[in-house]
């Protein structure tokens, strides 16, 4: 039975055994999970309340099997946390951008995490919102 007979997205059936293959909304949560996990976790960052969103993510993409609505509001709500948090970072990187000496070099360099940071919780926020469940 194939991904598309069984009405199901995501599952396919191999040799007896299902397998899943994450959708795009999934992945994207799935990577900003991880990203928020290894920023609560690397001593260079040490973003302790970033944990906690990862989990939120983490947590989604795994209740999304059981109940998809269910999963993709963890998965919008993480997303959402992330959104704020990463506009957070980059507007007090703009805020304190005068005191670098003005170098675009070294603003950049700075903030390269919170911008690619903030570009995938932006993607994942409207991935999660053009692809909504069904509840």
Known sequence: ????????????????KETFKPTLPEALAAILAALNLVIAATP?????????????????????????????????????LSLSVGIVAVSTSVVIYPFLGKDPLLFFEVN??????????????FVLIKQRPIS
Do not use: C, D, N
């Open 1 to 16: 039975m194939s991904a598309e007979g069984s009405g199901q997205k995501g599952k396919e059936q191999e040799g007896g």
């Open 44 to 80: 260079q960052f040490e973003v302790y309340y970033m944990a906690p969103i990862g989990i939120l993510g983490a947590s989604s993409i795994v209740v999304q099997h059981r109940k998809p609505f269910f999963g993709w509001l963890l998965s919008l709500g993480a997303a959402i």
């Open 112 to 125: 390269l995490v919170h911008l690619i940071y903030l570009a995938l919780s932006i993607a994942t926020f």
